[in-house]
């Protein structure tokens, strides 16, 4: 099982990849109120690496998963879109339910 640190530093790696999902995701699917959809489709691909690899399931629920991702992706949405970054004209998304 992780320990706390490992788990925390497992989530600051996704960092990068989140970002830049987000903001590819805004690129192509540049459409106003499909966040939800959007976050969906992230979380589709997150999925697919943790349903890939076993340890990661025994360690971390993806109820879990979830949970931090769509907390973190709203709030990246909010300020992408303050600084300029993010130009769709969605809601910050809201959490996806547990699986």
Do not use: C
């Not at 939800?36 to 990661?56: N, P, W």
């Not at 025994?58 to 909010?78: C, E, F, L, R, Y």
Request: hydrophobic content about 55%.
């Amino acid at each position: 099982m992780l320990h706390a640190f490992e788990k925390l530093a497992a989530y600051l790696k996704l960092f990068p990849a989140l970002l830049s999902g987000i903001i590819a995701l805004d690129k192509e699917l540049a459409v106003g109120g499909i966040g939800g959809a959007k976050l969906e489709l992230l979380l589709a691909f997150v999925q697919a690496a943790y349903d890939a690899e076993e340890s990661i399931r025994k360690a971390v629920p993806w109820a879990q998963v979830v949970n931090t991702i769509s907390v973190a992706a709203g709030k990246m949405v909010a300020i992408l879109k303050k600084v300029g970054i993010l130009k769709s004209q969605d809601p910050a998304p809201a959490a996806a339910p547990a699986k």
